[in-house]
C-alpha cells in the first residue's frame, strides 16, 4: 500500500544543497517561484509522455481544523527521491484538485509550493500493487515570515474563460475603498449598462444577479449591484445560465439566460456588512431647473454562512451614478435629468445540497423616479427614386413607482423528492405628459412641408402583475430516471386613461381639408391570464445514454378594451365615442409542444439531439364596445380559429479538449406564431399620419440559430481565451410593408411574410499578464445583419423590396499597470458601421468612432488617493449637427481616516470639460434616424463614506 510520512530533517537539507532548489533561502523565494513555474510548465508536457502506470490525485487546501478552502494555482512537483531531479508536476485548478502520473515501485518526495504559504515536502513511497491512489486534504498554512531584502509580487489574472463561464477575479481590478459591483462592472470588456439600467454581456441582457448562488434582488437587478461592496467580492463570474424549469428537470428548454455571480471572499461569509455614502454638490452652468445635485446610499447585510440579509436604500438625481466609489462616472450620457429613490430587504437561507432540506429567498423592493427628457431627431426616408425627411421635437416628464416582491422555496425532505415554489408580485404605477411637434418635408431642394403634428399627450397607467410556479421533481431508485411536473400561472392587469391634444396640417390638402383636430379623453383596460403545464420524463437505457421526453401546453386569454372619447358640443363632456380611435380586442391562443431527444455523455463529449413538433390555435375578435346603435359591441373582425404546425429539431455537442480546453457548439430551431394584433387587418389610427393593420394571411416564422464558441483558458500562462459565432436565419419572417400617401404624407403599415432575414457575429476576447506589473486585454467584435422592407407611394406603383444589410466591427484594446501606489488602465478603442442598401439611389451609410480612455489612480501616503480619469471620442457619420468630439474628464480626490480607515470624504469633479453628449443612431430598412437628448453635464460634489465592516467575525 501506501506510506506517507514527512521527510526528516537531513532529506530537507540534501534538498536546499541541491542546485534546482538553492534559490528557495528566504531572501530570494521570488526568483525560486519564477523558476519553478516556467519549469512546471516545460516538464510537464515531457513528463505525461513518459509510461505510467499509477495516477495520484489530491486536494489542496489552506485553513485551519474548523474551516478549510481550496488553493488554486499551488505548484505541485513530484521530485526524484535519490537526487531531488523533477519527475511530472502541475498545478491545482479552481477547486484545489491535482493528479499526477508516477511509476509503480519507486520512492519519491512530493514538493507542494504557493506565493504566502509555507511550502511543504512529503514523502511519498509507491508499491508495486498500487494502481491510483488519492490523497487526504493537503493543509497548507500561511506564510508569516516576513522578507528583509526582498518582496514578492505574484501577478493573479483579471480574467478566467470556463465551459459556460467567464471568471473576473475581484482582487485584480485595484477600485477605490467603497467601490461597489458596477463600478468592476463598468472595467470589464463586452459589459455595457445602458441608459435604462440594463446590463448586457455581448449585447444580451443579464437577467439575474446572485450571490454565491443565490438570486439577490431578482426583481431589481440594479439594486445588487449599485450596492453589494466591492472589497467583500472573490470572484465576479458571467454565465450562460440555463433556466430554472432547467436545472430542476436537467433537460435543455432552449430558454438562454445571462447571470452573474458574485462569490465572497472564503472566510468572510460570517459578519456584518454597513457602507454609506452621503453626497451633496451642484451643477455647473446648469441651464434645466434645480442645480443641486445629491447622491445618498445605504447598503447593510448580515452573512451567517450560508444565510444572508440585504437592505438597501439609495437616492439620487445625478442620473444613478455612483459617487464616492471610485467607479466611473463618466460616459453615462443618459438621457435627460434623472431623479430616483429606492430601497429593499433581501432573505436567503439554505444551500444547494442533498443536506439541506429547505432553501429560502425572497426579497420585496421599491422603487421611484422621476425624468424629464428633451429630444430633437432627424430622420431620413429612402422611398422610391425619392427621398423625404422628418423632424421631431418632443419635451417628456414621466414619473413611474412601483413595489415588487418576489421568493423562492424549495424543499427536499423526501428522498428523491424536490419541490420548488416561486410566487411573484408587483404593482407598478407609469404617469407621461409629452409636448411635441414633428415635421414631415420632402425631398426636393426647398425641402417643401408635406405634414406636420403639433401635440400634447397625458396619460397614466396603473399595473398589477402576479404569478405562481410550482415544480414537483422525482428521481427514481433507477439512476439518472426523473420524471418533473411544472405549473406556471400570471396574472395581469392595467388600467390607464389618458387625454389627447393634437393639431394635423396637411400642407398639399385643399384648403378646406388642410387643418384636422384632435381633441379626446382615452381609457384602455387590459386583463390577461397565462397558464402553462410542463412534462417531462427522463429514462437511462444504458450507462451513459438517455431518452427525454417532453411535453407542454399553455394557454392565453387577454382581453383589450379602449375607447376614445370627444367632446359634446354643448356640455363639453367627453362622452361621444370616437370610433377610428376606439378599438378592443380579446384572444385565446394554445400552445403545444411535444418533443423527443437522444442524450449521451462519453468521457469528453455530451451530446443531445432531438425534435420538437409545435402546434398551436389562435382565436381572436377585434370590436368596438357599444360601438352598435342597439347599445351592444360592433365587430370588426372575427377569426373562428387558425390552426398551424411546426417542426424543430435541436442539437447540442460539448467537447473538452483537456487542460482548459472547450468546444461547444449549438442548434435549435424555435417557431413563432403571429400576434393576435400582427393578424388584426383592422385600421389602428391611434396616430393618424402612421395608421397600422395587421393581415389575417400571415403565417408563422421559423428561425434557424446556430452557436459555434471556443475556450481557453492556459493555467501556466495564466491566459484565457473566448471566441465566440452566432448567426440566425429566418423562414417566413414577419416584416413591414409600408405605404406612403405622397399628398398627405401619411403612412400605412401592415405585416407580411418574408424569407431572408439573417444576422451573424463574432466575438474573441483575450486576457493575459506580460511581467509582474502588466496585463493585456482584448475585446473584438463583428457583426453583420439584413433587414428586409417593402414599400409603395400611393398604392399604384410597383412595391419596392429594400435589403439593407449592415456590417459592423468593435476593436477594445487595454493595458493594465499596477504598482504599489499606482492602479492604471488606458483603452484604445474604435467602432465601425457600414450599411448598404439594394436601391441604387440610396447611398451607403457609414458611422465611425475613434477613441481611448484613461483612468490612473494614485494611492498617496497619509490615506490619500487620487484618481483622474479621461473618456474620448470622435465620431462621424451622423447628421451635420450631431458629428461632435466628446471628451470627459472627471477628478477626484479622496482622504480616508477613523479607525480602520472606515471613514473617506471626497471632493469630486465630474465632465470638467462640460461634454458630455447624449446621442443614438437607429437604421432600418427604409429610414435613418438619428437622436439627440439632453443629460446632465458637469457637476462637483462632496461625498462622506462610511463602512463598517466585521466580516469573517463571529
Known amino acids: 500500500m501506501f506510506e506517507n510520512t514527512f521527510v526528516c530533517e537531513p532529506i530537507i537539507s540534501r534538498i536546499q544543497q541541491n542546485s534546482a532548489f538553492s534559490t528557495l533561502k528566504f531572501g530570494k523565494r521570488f526568483i525560486a517561484f519564477a523558476f519553478l513555474f516556467c519549469s512546471t510548465f516545460f516538464f510537464l508536457a515531457s513528463s505525461q509522455i513518459a509510461s505510467t502506470n499509477l495516477g495520484l490525485s489530491g486536494k489542496v487546501v489552506t485553513g485551519d481544523k474548523n474551516q478549510t478552502n481550496p488553493l488554486e494555482y499551488a505548484t505541485v512537483r513530484l521530485l526524484a527521491l535519490n537526487d531531488s531531479t523533477l519527475v511530472t508536476g502541475t498545478t491545482t485548478d479552481e477547486s484545489g484538485h491535482f493528479r499526477l502520473n508516477a511509476t509503480s515501485g519507486k520512492e519519491y518526495i512530493l514538493y507542494i509550493s504557493c506565493v504566502g504559504y509555507q511550502s511543504l515536502y512529503q514523502k511519498v513511497q509507491v508499491k508495486n500493487n498500487e494502481i491510483n491512489h488519492k490523497f487526504n486534504d493537503i493543509v497548507l498554512l500561511e506564510s508569516t515570515i516576513t522578507l528583509a531584502d526582498a518582496n514578492v509580487i505574484a501577478q493573479r489574472t483579471e480574467m478566467v474563460v470556463k465551459t459556460d463561464t467567464v471568471e473576473y477575479n475581484a482582487s485584480a481590478y485595484k477600485l477605490k475603498d467603497n467601490a461597489v459591483v458596477e463600478d468592476l462592472l463598468k472595467r470589464l470588456p463586452g459589459i455595457t449598462i445602458t441608459e435604462d439600467g440594463k446590463i448586457l454581456v455581448n449585447g444580451k441582457e443579464v437577467k439575474k444577479v446572485m450571490v454565491d448562488g443565490k438570486d439577490f434582488f431578482r426583481s431589481n437587478l440594479n439594486l445588487s449591484i449599485k450596492n453589494i461592496p466591492a472589497d467583500i467580492m472573490d470572484k465576479l463570474q458571467i454565465i450562460d445560465d440555463k433556466s430554472e424549469l432547467s436545472k430542476l428537470t436537467g433537460i435543455d428548454d432552449g430558454e438562454e439566460n445571462i447571470a452573474i ?3 465572497i471572499q472564503k472566510g468572510k461569509k460570517r459578519g456584518w456588512l454597513i457602507s454609506s455614502n452621503l453626497g451633496g454638490g451642484q451643477e455647473l452652468n446648469g441651464s434645466e431647473g434645480n442645480l443641486m445635485r445629491y447622491s445618498v446610499n445605504t447598503f447593510a447585510a448580515r452573512l451567517v454562512e450560508e444565510s444572508q440579509l440585504g437592505i438597501v436604500a439609495n437616492g439620487n438625481n445625478i442620473n444613478g451614478m455612483n459617487v464616492g466609489s471610485g467607479g466611473s462616472t463618466s460616459g453615462s450620457g443618459k438621457p435627460g435629468l434623472n431623479s430616483s429613490l429606492s430601497g429593499g430587504i433581501n432573505f436567503s437561507s439554505g444551500k444547494d445540497n442533498n443536506k439541506d432540506p429547505w432553501l429560502m429567498n425572497g426579497d420585496l423592493s421599491y422603487g421611484f423616479n422621476e425624468r424629464t427628457v428633451r429630444r430633437n431627431s432627424i430622420r431620413q426616408y429612402y422611398l422610391q427614386d425619392s427621398t423625404s425627411y422628418q423632424t421631431d421635437t418632443i419635451q417628456q416628464f414621466a414619473r ?8 423562492k422555496i424549495e424543499n427536499r425532505s423526501l428522498k428523491g423528492w424536490v419541490f420548488s415554489f416561486s410566487p411573484s408580485a408587483s404593482y407598478n404605477t407609469n404617469t407621461r405628459n409629452d409636448n411635441g411637434f414633428t415635421l414631415l418635408q420632402a425631398g426636393n431642394a426647398g425641402r417643401d412641408s408635406v405634414n406636420s403634428n403639433r401635440y400634447i399627450r397625458s396619460s397614466n397607467t396603473p399595473e398589477l402583475n402576479l404569478r405562481g410556479i410550482l415544480t414537483v421533481t422525482h428521481d427514481f431508485a433507477k439512476k439518472r430516471r426523473k420524471l418533473s411536473l411544472s405549473l406556471d400561472s400570471r396574472y395581469s392587469s392595467t388600467e390607464g386613461t389618458g387625454e389627447t391634444n393634437a393639431n394635423y396640417f396637411y400642407y398639399r390638402n385643399k384648403p378646406a381639408s388642410q387643418r384636422v383636430n384632435r381633441d379626446q379623453q382615452w381609457e384602455n383596460n387590459s386583463i390577461g391570464f397565462t397558464n402553462r403545464l410542463y412534462v417531462s420524463y427522463i429514462e437511462p437505457f444504458a450507462e451513459k445514454h438517455s431518452l427525454q421526453f417532453v411535453y407542454w401546453a399553455q394557454s392565453n386569454s387577454r382581453q383589450n378594451i379602449k375607447n376614445s372619447y370627444k367632446p359634446d358640443l354643448i356640455s363639453h363632456e367627453y362622452t361621444i365615442l370616437d370610433f377610428p380611435y376606439s378599438k378592443s380586442l380579446d384572444n385565446i391562443t394554445l400552445t403545444q409542444q411535444i418533443g423527443l431527444s437522444y442524450r449521451g455523455v462519453l468521457s469528453k463529449v455530451v451530446y443531445t439531439f432531438g425534435l420538437d413538433y409545435n402546434p398551436s390555435y389562435i382565436r381572436s375578435r377585434s370590436f368596438i364596445q357599444n360601438g352598435a346603435y342597439s347599445g351592444g359591441d360592433s365587430t370588426i373582425t372575427y377569426f373562428p380559429g387558425l390552426q398551424t404546425y411546426n417542426y424543430a429539431p435541436n442539437a447540442y455537442l460539448m467537447y473538452n479538449m483537456g487542460k482548459g480546453k472547450n468546444l461547444r457548439f449549438d442548434y435549435r430551431g424555435r417557431s413563432e406564431s403571429p400576434s393576435v394584433f400582427q393578424l388584426d387587418p383592422s385600421r389602428d389610427e391611434t396616430n393618424p399620419t402612421n395608421i397600422r393593420m395587421g393581415n389575417p394571411n400571415l403565417s408563422p416564422r421559423f428561425t434557424h440559430w446556430s452557436r459555434l464558441r471556443y475556450n481557453n483558458n492556459n493555467r501556466d500562462k495564466q491566459e484565457s481565451m473566448s471566441v465566440n459565432f452566432e448567426g440566425n436565419y429566418i423562414l417566413n419572417d414577419i416584416i413591414n410593408y409600408t405605404n406612403y400617401d405622397d399628398v398627405t404624407g401619411v403612412k400605412t403599415t401592415m405585416p407580411i411574410n418574408q424569407s431572408g432575414s439573417w444576422n451573424a457575429n463574432g466575438m474573441l476576447m483575450y486576457n493575459r499578464p506580460i ?41 477594445e484594446l487595454g493595458v493594465t499597470y499596477k504598482w504599489e501606489w499606482l492602479y492604471m488602465i488606458i483603452k484604445a478603442n474604435y467602432q465601425f458601421g457600414n450599411t448598404v442598401y439594394s436601391v441604387e439611389s440610396m447611398l451607403p451609410k457609414r458611422t465611425t468612432s475613434l477613441g481611448g480612455f484613461f483612468n490612473a489612480q494614485f494611492t498617496l501616503p497619509a490615506s490619500w488617493t487620487i484618481s483622474t480619469e479621461v473618456n474620448y471620442r470622435t465620431i462621424s457619420g451622423f447628421s451635420a449637427e450631431y458629428n461632435r468630439n466628446e471628451m470627459l474628464w472627471n477628478v477626484d480626490i479622496s482622504k480616508s481616516f477613523l479607525k480602520n480607515k472606515s471613514g473617506t470624504v471626497t471632493l469630486l469633479f465630474n465632465d470638467i470639460l462640460q461634454q458630455q453628449l447624449s446621442f443614438n443612431q437607429v437604421i432600418s430598412s427604409n429610414y435613418v434616424e438619428d437622436q439627440q437628448f439632453n443629460t446632465l453635464k458637469s457637476f462637483v460634489m462632496l461625498v462622506f463614506s462610511y463602512k463598517f465592516n466585521t466580516m469573517g467575525k463571529k
Open 261 to 263: 455571480n458574485i462569490t
Open 771 to 811: 511581467g509582474k506589473n502588466f496585463q493585456i486585454n482584448n475585446y473584438s467584435q463583428i457583426a453583420m445583419r439584413n433587414n428586409i422592407g417593402f414599400s409603395t407611394i400611393n398604392k399604384n406603383t410597383n412595391s419596392q423590396k429594400t435589403i439593407a444589410t449592415t456590417f459592423s466591427a468593435k476593436e
Open 400 to 407: 413611474d413607482q412601483g413595489i415588487r416582491f418576489s421568493a
